[in-house]
Structures are given as structure tokens and as C-alpha cells.
């Protein structure tokens, strides 16, 4: 037999000797990169956790006084002969209201009456009036009524002007300060919950500006985004979803509505001022504007998200309804598409919380005017409550600063709802297949 003839013999397997200095070397490296790569997550969470609670914080710290208001409590005399039952508003309710502060003050000279009324807030004698206004029984009565202090007032009551700042350096003079004093002594200064900061409208005022009609204006402004967005956007995923020919141009769509939910905000508003204020005239500041400019901000990712939750359908849920007799559209409406509404309704919350948080195009269609009542309806100027924490944040007064991060906690509170409210949704009715 020739030497090439001989029968070869396998190769033996190389044998590891996993206990080898060079296999542990490389065993260490690997389990020193893996620890990197948990502690790199780890001080990234961190991280994010500590500027979450660093923002938080800070608004917190600048925004608590806000949620107070330093208020005088004084007697009033409606005295029946000053009052016209039939003309309430006519009657000097400026000089019935002075007459009460006055009163507070015993001895009060006339050359201090400037100086001590200005302490309390000049809207006063409306405060008083509106109350009448309300209840007629009051007029022949002396009664208690709580006013608030004017802002610089409610600023030294709360720590922010100190009492050893220079007098040429604060709003308080001397004489202010020792009838502040004396009104502390009496027990007549107070300083509640600042309930007017929920239930007040703008003011040029610090000390009765509230956020009554941005809440209102976000509501009536998220309301129309809803009933534009939400059939819209469930319409159009279910058609190019189940009915769209495959093509260029569904492909040409699709592409499109997915760039539409990368655009900024702002281009939307200026899509708004250009059409729905240019071209068909409506109204400026109008929550039907402002909804129909979020609208077109959340439909992209409404008909992405309702796609996404049609996809999540299992295909033996329409291959069921169609073996039994029913036809595509009732496949699709009875069968497929509440299966998905929970997904569906968890996404549609989430885009309607991002739509909340969005000032850009709303100044653009003049949503940031200065409104001294809650709208109505959807054709009534509003402000909604980015545009509004806009406004207060330009504004040079200092009791501003702290209602401008009282104003942003209350908008966190809100999307920290809806949040809770779109994992509720899903947790309580999504289904896992």
C-alpha cells in the first residue's frame, strides 16, 4: 500500500485548560466590561434621577409660597344709605372699604393714608363689591372680610423682603413695617391656603392673578384636539393599515407621518397662523384655534400608535371573524379594533399629554393675551397653561417669580395624571397574547 494510501486519523480536539492564566486574564476582562457596562446604567439612571429631583426641587423651593397669601381680616359697615339696592355697582365702595382699613389703624394721620393703603391690595373695593353682589343680605350689616395684602406686603410676610435690607433697597418702607407689626399684634393678618391661584383669572396684580382661565383654555383647547384627533387618527391608521393598497404611494404616507411626528412644534404653529388665521379668518386666542393646532400635532402619533395596536391583534382574531360569516369592516370593528382600544387609549393620553405641555404654537396664534376671565366655550379668547407660564414668567413683578413655578408644579401635576391614567388603561384592559 502506497504511503498516501494510509488511513488518516482525525484530529484529536485541542483540550482547553479553562484554569489557564490566559483564560482567567480573559475571564477578568469580560466580567470587568459587563460591570462597567451595569454601573455605566446605573450612573445614568442616577444621573437622570438627580436632575429630575434637582428641577423638581427647585420649582418647589421658589414655588411653595405661592400656594399661600398673606390676607387682613377687617370689619366693614355697609351702611344701607350708601347703597342703591337697584344700582350696587355705583355705590363708593372705594371709600367703605378704606374706612374699614382705616379702622384697623386707630390714630392713623392723614398724610400716612397712602403709604397704609397701599399695604392691601388695590382691588379691594371690587373684592367687597363682588361679594355684595352675591349675597344683598350683607348691605345694612358690618361684617368680616378677608383681603389680601398688596404684593410687596405678601413678599416681607413671606421671608422675601428682609427687614435689615436698606429702605432705599426695598418696597417697604419703615412705617409699613411697623403697622404690618401692629396688625400681627391684633391678630388680623393671616395666611391661608391661596385658593384664588385656582380660582382667579389673570391679573396685573401678583396677588390676585390665577390660573383659573389657563386651566379653563387648556380644557376647552384639549377637548377640540381630542374630537379632531382621536376618530381622525383612528380612521386613517385602520384605512392605510387594513384597506390601503401596497405601493408607492402608501409608502409615500407612511413615510411622511412618520417624519410628521419628528417636526417641532413651532412649524405647526406657524401651519396654524398661515391657514386657520390667514386664509379662513378665525378668531386669535380661541381654544377652537389652539385644538385644532394640537390637533395636527398629535395625529401622526395617534394613527402610528393605533397602527402599532392593530398590528399587536393576533391574525387568528380576523381569520375567526372572517371563517364565521362576517365581512372585513366587521372584522375590524367589532373584533379587531376593541381588542386594541386599550393601546389605542394609552397612546391617544400620552400624545394629548405632550399636546398639554406645548406653549410654541399657541403664542403663535396669540393664545398668550392678557384675559381677566375663564372662556366659556371654544370661540372665547383663552390662555392655556404653558402660554400663561409664559406671560407670568416676562413679567418684572417679583410675585410673579414664585406664581410662575406654582404654575409649572400644577402643570406637572397634570401630566403626571394623564400619565398615571394611560398606564392604568393599559395595565387594567391590555391584553398579552
Known amino acids: 500500500m502506497a504511503a498516501t494510501d494510509a488511513p488518516r486519523v482525525p484530529d484529536q480536539p485541542r483540550r482547553v485548560d479553562w484554569q489557564s492564566r490566559a483564560m482567567l486574564s480573559r475571564r477578568r476582562r469580560r466580567y470587568a466590561a459587563e460591570w462597567r457596562l451595569k454601573t455605566y446604567g446605573l450612573c445614568a439612571i442616577v444621573l437622570a434621577i438627580g436632575l429630575l429631583a434637582v428641577l423638581v426641587g427647585s420649582l418647589m423651593a421658589t414655588g411653595y409660597k405661592?400656594?399661600?397669601?398673606?390676607?387682613?381680616?377687617?370689619?366693614?359697615?355697609?351702611?344701607?344709605?350708601?347703597?342703591?339696592?337697584?344700582?350696587?355697582?355705583?355705590?363708593?365702595?372705594?371709600?367703605?372699604?378704606?374706612?374699614?382699613?382705616?379702622?384697623?389703624?386707630?390714630?392713623?394721620?392723614?398724610?400716612?393714608?397712602?403709604?397704609?393703603?397701599?399695604?392691601?391690595?388695590?382691588?379691594?373695593?371690587?373684592?367687597?363689591?363682588?361679594?355684595?353682589?352675591?349675597?344683598?343680605?350683607?348691605?345694612?350689616?358690618?361684617?368680616?372680610?378677608?383681603?389680601?395684602?398688596?404684593?410687596?406686603?405678601?413678599?416681607?410676610?413671606?421671608?422675601?423682603?428682609?427687614?435689615?435690607?436698606?429702605?432705599?433697597?426695598?418696597?417697604?418702607?419703615?412705617?409699613?413695617?411697623?403697622?404690618?407689626?401692629?396688625?400681627?399684634?391684633?391678630?388680623?393678618?393671616?395666611?391661608?391656603?391661596?385658593?384664588?391661584?385656582?380660582?382667579?383669572?389673570?391679573?396685573?396684580?401678583?396677588?390676585?392673578?390665577?390660573?383659573?382661565?389657563?386651566?379653563?383654555?387648556?380644557?376647552?383647547?384639549?377637548?377640540?384636539?381630542?374630537?379632531?384627533?382621536?376618530?381622525?387618527?383612528?380612521?386613517?391608521?385602520?384605512?392605510?393599515?387594513?384597506f390601503a393598497p401596497r405601493g408607492k404611494a402608501t409608502d409615500f404616507i407612511e413615510v411622511n407621518i412618520n417624519n410628521l411626528a419628528a417636526v417641532p412644534s413651532v412649524v405647526f404653529g406657524l401651519l396654524a397662523l398661515a391657514v386657520f388665521l390667514g386664509v379662513f379668518g378665525l378668531p386669535r386666542s380661541a381654544p377652537l384655534v389652539g385644538g385644532m393646532t394640537l390637533a395636527l400635532m398629535t395625529l401622526p402619533t395617534i394613527i402610528i400608535v393605533t397602527r402599532n395596536a392593530l398590528k399587536s391583534v393576533p391574525a387568528s382574531i380576523r381569520e375567526a371573524a372572517l371563517g364565521i360569516g362576517a365581512s372585513k369592516h366587521e372584522a375590524i370593528l367589532h373584533h379587531i379594533l376593541p381588542l386594541a382600544m386599550p393601546t389605542i387609549l394609552t397612546g391617544t393620553i400620552i400624545g394629548l399629554a405632550q399636546a398639554l405641555g406645548e406653549a410654541a404654537p399657541l403664542l403663535l396664534i396669540g393664545m398668550n393675551a392678557f384675559i381677566t376671565s375663564p372662556p366659556a366655550g371654544i370661540m372665547d379668547p383663552a390662555t392655556a397653561l404653558p402660554t400663561q407660564i409664559f406671560i407670568w414668567a416676562d413679567s418684572p413683578e417679583r410675585g410673579f417669580m414664585a406664581r410662575t413655578s406654582a404654575a409649572i408644579l400644577v402643570l406637572l401635576g397634570f401630566l403626571i395624571v394623564m400619565n398615571a391614567i394611560a398606564i392604568f388603561l393599559r395595565q387594567r384592559f391590555e391584553r398579552r397574547w
Open 66 to 242: 405661592a400656594f399661600t397669601q398673606s390676607m387682613v381680616t377687617v370689619e366693614i359697615s355697609l351702611d344701607p344709605a350708601r347703597i342703591d339696592r337697584n344700582d350696587v355697582f355705583n355705590a363708593n365702595w372705594r371709600a367703605m372699604v378704606r374706612e374699614g382699613l382705616a379702622a384697623a389703624m386707630p390714630g392713623l394721620a392723614k398724610s400716612e393714608e397712602r403709604d397704609y393703603f397701599a399695604m392691601f391690595t388695590a382691588s379691594a373695593h371690587f373684592l367687597v363689591r363682588d361679594r355684595v353682589v352675591a349675597r344683598p343680605d350683607l348691605i345694612g350689616q358690618t361684617a368680616e372680610y378677608t383681603l389680601p395684602l398688596s404684593d410687596p406686603l405678601d413678599q416681607f410676610n413671606k421671608g422675601e423682603i428682609r427687614r435689615d435690607t436698606p429702605p432705599e433697597q426695598r418696597r417697604v418702607n419703615d412705617r409699613q413695617i411697623a403697622w404690618f407689626d401692629a396688625l400681627v399684634e391684633k391678630g388680623l393678618i393671616t395666611r391661608p391656603f391661596n385658593t384664588g391661584l385656582f380660582v382667579n383669572a389673570d391679573s396685573r396684580f401678583p396677588e390676585l392673578a390665577g390660573l383659573a382661565g389657563a386651566i379653563s383654555g387648556s380644557f376647552w383647547t384639549l377637548l377640540v384636539c381630542f374630537l379632531i384627533s382621536f376618530p381622525t387618527g383612528i380612521a386613517a391608521a385602520i384605512y392605510l393599515e387594513e
